[in-house]
């Protein structure tokens, strides 16, 4: 399964969870404006980046959201 996800850094803490996200797990996000970020994920069953998120920081969802639907 494949999917485009798109997060955005609410402050400064949200945006060194995601660019500590992609030093972790060697992701190239497409950056757009406003500090939102695109993912292309390709991997088996869902796609998602919560859980890495989460692995980051367990408070991720106060610096970073995310715009993509679950």
């Known amino acids: 399964m494949a999917g485009i996800l798109h997060y955005q850094a609410i402050d400064d803490r ?3 969870i995601l660019d500590e996200l992609e ?5 190239s996000p497409r ?3 406003a500090e939102e970020r ?6 088996k069953g ?3 980046l ?3 998120l989460a692995e980051v920081d367990d408070e991720w969802e106060l610096h ?4 993509t639907p679950r």
């Open 50 to 52: 919560d859980s890495s």
């Open 31 to 33: 950056r757009l404006p």
């Open 64 to 67: 970073v959201t995310r715009l």
């Open 38 to 43: 695109a993912y292309y994920i390709a991997a």
């Open 23 to 27: 030093e972790r797990w060697e992701l």
């Open 46 to 48: 869902k796609v998602d």
């Open 14 to 16: 949200g945006v060194e």
